[in-house]
């Protein structure tokens, strides 16, 4: 058996904390065990040593004014929502944003915070 004294750490999915210049890919749906059904959100870093690494957010599936799915619509498209209104990102892909990326509350990986229009 061999033994192992030195490790890369990993920091998990996504860039690491900070402002990215980034493409918006589109949003897919996923299901996780414990939480269920979601939205993953994803944008795709354009510039610096991050570029081309993939950026993102997953969120409830039901958008709603106050929930991080509803903040990201409002933020990518600057509409004030409100109930019962359908709202669109399909005109968002390709565009590029300006989104922050932080830690995520576990610390195991980042997430994308908001995404503002360039």
């Known amino acids: 058996m061999s033994e192992v004294f030195e490790f890369e750490v990993s920091q998990g999915g996504g860039p690491p904390a900070g402002n990215y210049k980034a493409e918006f890919v589109g949003v897919e749906?996923?299901?996780?065990?414990?939480?269920?059904?979601?939205l993953r959100w994803k944008w795709k870093v354009?510039?610096?040593p991050q570029a081309g690494v993939i950026?993102?957010?997953?969120?409830?599936?039901?958008p709603t004014t106050g929930n991080a799915a509803g903040?990201?619509?409002a933020a990518m498209t600057g509409a004030t929502l409100a109930g019962g209104q359908k709202a669109s990102v399909r005109g968002c892909v390709g565009r590029h944003f300006l989104i922050q990326?932080?830690?995520t509350k576990s610390g195991s990986g980042t997430r994308v915070e908001t995404a503002i229009p360039l």
């Open 29 to 38: 749906q996923t299901t996780h065990e414990e939480y269920g059904d979601g």
């Open 46 to 48: 354009i510039d610096g």
């Open 55 to 62: 950026a993102s957010r997953t969120t409830s599936p039901k």
């Open 71 to 73: 903040k990201l619509i």
């Open 101 to 103: 990326v932080a830690p």
